[in-house]
DNA sequence: TTTTAATATTTGTATATACAATTAATGGAA
DNA sequence: TTCCATTAATTGTATATACAAATATTAAAA
């Protein structure tokens, strides 16, 4: 059933959801090349364009909480595609040699993806419509 | 932090992710008063409506996997709020007497939701975002 | 009529996520 | 210098959701 013939079709919440679904699924597809997440794979492509980076950065950045993150970076660890050492209150995480070697086949990922989802949705709506979600996101902090 | 401060925020699965959890935040909020989950309550909403509706019909309605909508139905069993019969392969779920009474409270739980909504994107604004979504949900099938 | 395919629902299991509490460390105030 | 408040991260626990397999029933085909 399409997401406006629903009861519902016209609350935020339910619409938000869906799409979120629905993009997750396409996004999921499009990693599973790499056998991750797609938040397992973007938190590993920021750790590998920043190594040494923080938690506490990675989970501003990727908009999760803080314990999200930390559990997101233990699988990427039980994988062995990163590593974390601890400094004081600081903890820093690094890629591992495996974990670089991944970043090509990610970035292909994340290329598919995004053909995947401009061939549907089209390149300039597309982008509009990331740019007016991201506002609508902005306004309700 | 906000959304379009994030290295990500070009990124549909991410942006689409950050709305769908914050505008999830704001339902949640608005009802806890009921002490149910937007998704209990949407599907509980939906029952009230329709008695004798069906597990597959709801999990149409509610874009969710039939799986899901079964566990939700058991949690609205467990309080009570909802019964299920089976006959045959069917399944038909009714609202209980205290699911019934909740009917009121529901209502203004999703006007309320509906208000802050509204009030912090506009009323036009959050209606057009809708529209958009659900369009673009359609194509997503 | 018997067998097979399709359908509706439920279970078992796994996952990403969050909240609240905890731990540990740092920096400022007394 | 010692104590307290703040900060960074982790752990315990709970939740919504999904997928795949199982169950049970009905409809269709042989």
Request: with cysteine.
């Amino acid at each position: 059933m399409k997401t406006s013939d629903s009861k519902y079709c016209k609350c935020l919440y339910f619409t938000a959801n869906s799409l979120a679904r629905k993009i997750d699924k396409l996004a999921q597809e499009s990693w599973s090349k790499v056998g991750l997440s797609p938040s397992h794979a973007y938190l590993l492509m920021m750790v590998l364009e920043e190594p040494g980076i923080q938690p506490g950065f990675l989970a501003d950045h990727l908009q999760l909480q803080p314990s999200t993150v930390t559990r997101l970076i233990e699988k990427l660890e039980e994988k062995k595609l990163l590593v974390r050492t601890t400094e004081g209150k600081m903890t820093n995480v690094y890629p591992t040699p495996k974990g670089k070697e991944l970043l090509p086949k990610l970035k292909e990922c994340l290329n598919e993806f995004y053909t995947r989802y401009s061939a549907i949705l089209g390149k300039e709506e597309s982008t509009k419509l990331v740019q007016t979600m991201g506002k609508v996101a902005d306004k309700l902090v």
